[in-house]
Nanobody, 125 residues
């Protein structure tokens, strides 16, 4: 099992940047595919991006390509989401998720069995 705790959310102006962190417990962090999802008020949870166990490959939703970067530090058992050029429509609760089952990256929430509690990101116009 793994427990996930996000941090780094907050209020930022449009065009600004934030870096989210997701700290994972457990000694097998490197065996998990990691991902970020987000959920805006009144909307479904949506995929943001994922990266492989090694961190060498990433996969992003079209709406964040070129603006967001996912990375991981397996020694620190932490995954990051660097968000640049933020837009008001990026306002949401951001969740990190982990999967030990998928063979590669997935953009489906049901593939991830472990979730953090979420961190609020608010982008003002």
């Amino acid at each position: 099992q793994v427990q996930l705790v996000e941090s780094g959310g907050g209020l930022v102006q449009a065009g600004g940047s934030l870096r989210l962190s997701c700290a994972a417990s457990g000694r097998t962090f490197s065996s998990y595919v990691m991902a970020w999802f987000r959920q805006a008020p009144g909307k479904e949870r949506e995929f943001v991006g994922a990266l492989t166990r090694s961190g060498r490959s990433t996969y992003y939703a079209d709406f964040v390509k070129g603006r967001f970067t996912i990375s991981r530090d397996n020694a620190k058992t932490t995954v990051y989401l660097q968000m640049n050029s933020l837009k008001p429509e990026d306002t949401a609760v951001y969740y990190c998720a982990a999967s030990s089952m998928v063979p590669a990256m997935s953009n489906e929430a049901y593939d991830y069995g472990y979730w953090g509690q979420g961190t609020q990101v608010t982008v003002s116009s």
